[in-house]
């Protein structure tokens, strides 16, 4: 069993951290809380020491009176720290390393893995400060689980609201019991491909690369040696994940045809031009030349091909990016292309799709489907990894 210290910040949500402390001392963790003092305007520590049966801390006992270094006591000893919630003070504050109190002091000089759960109005959350925070602490490598639509402390409704105790356990697990991968090959696709017409002018799509590099990421994390082959994009690529640049549907399909066989998995994201000049020109042609209608042709299917050419064992996961039936169109290329998993998104909902940071997908596999989101897409990274692993008969 693990030690976990659980950061409350002065939020609304705060009484759901008496749950999730509970629910995590009967999983037999052991369970320090922390309180900044604008928690305490909110809940008394013996809520949560009734809870956990361990004293529970506050700025008071910040300097405790037998010399002990109360902050570098609780961060060492941690096997995971949790902060739920976490305001838009506590995340600005967290995000430039401000240590003005125990928990954020704790914060920085914690080694183990940290989980930040936000809860606030979903202005706030929506605010570039707020978002600026948060992309800040990703880059330093802080996991952050998405606020949950629902109702808010102002009356309305709206992405804000402290996940479900449950939900945040759950995350805590995942995170102390990672995946194995070591050993694993997996084979990644990402980003859009460029069709060009000549040198300047092409026909593409707006897939940014993200959730391939989630997936990616995901899978380094878990041990997997991951290549990536990449259509242009602006982001760049986790470390020990191997970029394999591209442009064209064709150099993608030749980039996985070359690796595809040594691979134990193959998860293909990519936003694949489906079509693509029939005539390409190696020079700039004059508008004049090029006439209102531009013959196309039909570019290779790479996840088509990949189904076509499974070997046995190997595991084989598409995505669908659906504005209609998102169920059954799934269902259709999940036999069609012969995958074990496709991951379907509804493209026309906000906060799904293209360039943005979060996903509500659909996984249909043959055994059923289930909705996974809204939530980032370095958590759905996360979900297909578990997939691949268990598919593999990984732990
Ligand atoms: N895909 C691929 N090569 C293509 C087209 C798609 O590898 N030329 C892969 C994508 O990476 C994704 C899956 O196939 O994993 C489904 O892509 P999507 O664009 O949703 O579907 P299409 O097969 O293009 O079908 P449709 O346009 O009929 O929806």
Redesign the pocket.
Known sequence: MSRIVLGVTGGVAAYKAVMLASRLRQSGHDVDVVLTPAAEAFLAPLSFSAVTNRRAYTDEGRFAADGQIVHVALAQGADLVVVAPATADFLAKAAHGIADGLLSTLLLAATCPVLLCPAMEDDMWAHPATQRAVALLRADGRALMQPAEGHLASGRRGAGRLPEPDAIAAEIERMLHPHDLSGVRLLV?AGPTREHIDPVRFVSNGSTGRMGIAVAQAARRAGAEVTLVIGPTELSVPDGVERVAVTS?AE?LDAVQRRFLEAHAFV???????LRPREQFGRKVKKAEIGLEVAMER??????W?GANRAPGQVLV?????TGDVAS?ARR?LLE?HCDL?VANDIGEPGSGFAVDTNRCLFVSREGERQVGPTSKREVGEEIVAFVAGRLGKR
């Not at 570019?299 to 088509?304: F, M, P, S, V």
């Open positions: 696709t549907a993608m293909a994201t990519a936003a694949v031009a489906d570019t290779e299917d790479i996840l088509a990949a598409g995505f669908a990016a659906e169109e290329k292309k496709i």
